[in-house]
């Protein structure tokens, strides 16, 4: 998703973007995103749980570049299980809450990461580790695990849409505005491109899309749209610090190389990550499921 400026480490240079990898490999995702949320629900889920499941890997490799490190082959799995196996409560019909479900499969995770971690033995370095695991837990499963909340819930393809597109214009609305006006630094020292006019324009924008979402897509009263991207800026703008704060410390400008010409999938999922949490609150506030 657009930003006002990318944010750069200036420990790692890289070479420019080949351009048109970048279009491809965009292309190439959005169809895939299409097929599953408007065709293919199961396939959306897939594709959620193994794009976490990077993201996952991507922060890991992170956070060792800071001293710290994780259990991420437990976590992963913990995260696949977490998404896949809360759809599969609604999907199937298997007498468990999908809410149920999530609360006791991400627990489970940091059960499962602590005991692989006291395994390993040696008191050095467990709070620094379990404390990192501890992050990566609450950043992608416990926050990923709405995806599949959402898509369980009645009509939840167009919920989902709604919040991608409440915080594509969020995106959109906060390097349009903050490129072109941007004089106050939201938090210099995190990520010095950020604005208070680029953040107003991306509550602006994304509050826009809320209303057109809730009206034309959700049946809902415009003031509920309203509160819905509202909601939504804040919420993509804080994914995005956090991203931010982490590539900073481990000093490094993209997460990985795992989407050409686009960086990370952390670099993808970053507003998003904070932003369906949210969305999932308002909707199901809003509309019940």
């Known amino acids: 998703m657009p930003k006002e400026q990318p944010d750069v480490a200036p420990s790692t240079p890289r070479a420019g973007r080949n351009l048109p990898v970048a279009v491809g490999v965009g292309v190439a995702l959005m169809t895939a995103i299409a097929v599953g949320l408007l065709w293919v629900p199961w396939f959306f889920v897939l594709l959620s749980a193994v794009a976490l499941s990077l993201g996952v890997i991507e922060v890991h490799f992170a956070l060792l570049k800071t001293g710290a490190t994780t259990q991420v082959k437990t976590i992963v799995a913990g995260t696949a299980i977490s998404v896949v196996g809360a759809y599969a409560m609604s999907a199937f019909n298997l007498g468990l809450a999908p ?23 040696g008191a050095a370095g467990f709070i620094r580790d379990s404390a990192a695991g501890a992050l990566v837990i609450a950043w992608l499963p416990l926050m990923g695990i709405f995806i599949p909340l959402l898509m369980a819930a009645p009509n939840g393809s167009l919920r989902i849409i709604a919040v991608i597109l409440c915080a594509s214009a969020s995106d959109t609305g906060a390097y349009a505005i903050g490129s072109a006006i941007g004089r106050h630094k939201l938090a210099p020292r995190i990520s010095p491109s950020k604005t208070w006019e680029g953040f107003g324009g991306s509550t602006l924008t994304a509050s826009i899309m809320g209303v057109i979402c809730g009206m034309f897509i959700l049946g809902m009263p415009w003031w509920q749209g309203l509160l819905l991207g509202a909601a939504i800026a804040p919420a993509a703008t804080l994914g995005d610090l956090l991203e931010s704060v982490v590539k900073r410390e481990a000093g490094i400008k993209d997460m990985s190389n795992f989407l050409p010409g686009h960086g990370g999938l952390m670099d993808r999922l970053d507003s998003l990550l904070v932003a369906v949490p949210v969305g999932w609150l308002i909707l199901h506030l809003s509309l019940g499921g």
Do not use: P
Request: hydrophobic fraction near 60%.
């Open 99 to 121: 809410t149920t479900f999530a609360v006791a499969s991400v627990a489970g995770t940091v059960i499962a990461s602590l005991v692989a971690r006291l395994l390993k033995g």
